[in-house]
């Protein structure tokens, strides 16, 4: 799943080709594509037609356009797969377009899922709860994530020691910060030399902090290369994929030299995905966080 960097990528594609456009016509293809909008495909189609997209944001791994009128957002679910493309409307269709939308530019934007986890929504804007004007009263649960100016570094540090919980579990809290996805908390954890599995309740405030910052270093860092694509699913809105795999320190690189010791990365398994760390650099506890 994309992570924040690759999200934003995309971000700043919309807020460069379609914000300020309006949509002319809007065609979806199947009922996926609108699942999570109750009245389904033809009434989101019908209630998009004629608007004028005012904005293009992102929270954390969440992505919406703002529409004219203030009261409305749509919400794009990227999912695994999740490919938004802007185009020429005489391109040839991708084989798995579900959402096709006219813009007034005479452009396209194209919704691309090829493994079709991710969708469309049409969500009331309500207050943000980080005081950030309005957002989708879906995501009002996600915390403010390291590249905002909500976000507290501080205040996120109290909250991960006393949730006595796994370090990279609380990486992945949404809840707690957002956008930190499973390649950048490894990242995040290689710079801080700290093992996934120490207890957050042990740790100093000042390791803490020192884990977020490094979050936050490491993504602006991907986000200045165009994200991290390990496939060709990943692309921003032109289609052209991200290469920050090629700066990863820790991510997908078991029984590598660590490109700070020389020592053998390892692989283990963690809330039914993987991790790497250095066990050098990154000493295991010798009691595990639950």
């Known amino acids: ?45 019908d209630r998009l037609r004629g608007v004028v997209v005012t904005g293009a944001r992102r929270r954390g791994k969440y992505l ?40 007034s530019d005479g452009r396209q934007l194209r919704f691309v899922d090829q493994r079709t986890f991710g969708g469309l929504q049409l969500v009331s804007l309500v207050p943000d709860p980080y005081g950030s004007g309005s957002v989708p009263e879906i995501i009002t649960h996600i915390a403010a994530d390291p590249l905002e100016p909500a976000f507290d570094q501080q205040s996120v540090s109290r909250a991960m020691r ?15 910060v957002s956008g930190i996805g499973n390649i950048y908390a490894d990242e995040a954890l290689w710079r801080a030399r700290l093992h996934g599995e120490r207890a957050t309740e042990k740790l100093t405030a000042a390791a803490v902090r020192e884990v977020l910052g490094h979050a936050a270093e490491v993504m602006t860092e991907a986000l200045g ?23 990863l320190n ?17 692989r283990e398994s963690f809330m039914n995905r993987s991790s790497f760390s250095c066990p050098r650099c990154q000493r295991k506890p010798r009691v595990i966080a639950r």
Not at 64 to 90: C, Y
Not at 225 to 237: E, I, W
């Open 1 to 45: 799943m994309p992570e924040l960097p690759e999200v934003e990528v995309v971000r700043r594609g919309l807020a460069t080709h379609v914000v300020g456009r309006s949509f002319e016509h809007v065609a979806l293809f199947g009922h996926r594509v609108a699942r999570r909008h109750l009245p389904g495909p033809v009434d989101l189609a």
């Open 64 to 103: 919406w356009l703002e529409l004219d009128g203030g009261v409305e957002a749509l919400v794009i679910h990227l999912g695994m797969s999740g490919q938004l493309l802007v185009e020429a409307a005489d391109a040839p269709r991708e084989k798995h377009a579900h959402a096709l939308f006219d813009l």
């Open 162 to 176: 006393r949730r006595r919980t796994q370090l990279k579990r609380a990486l992945l809290d949404q809840s707690l």
């Open 225 to 247: 290369r165009g994200g991290t694509s390990f496939d060709s699913l990943y692309v921003d809105v032109n289609g052209a994929s991200g290469y920050f795999e090629r700066s």
């Open 250 to 266: 820790a991510y997908g690189r078991q029984g590598e030299p660590c490109h700070r010791c020389g020592t053998l990365m390892v």
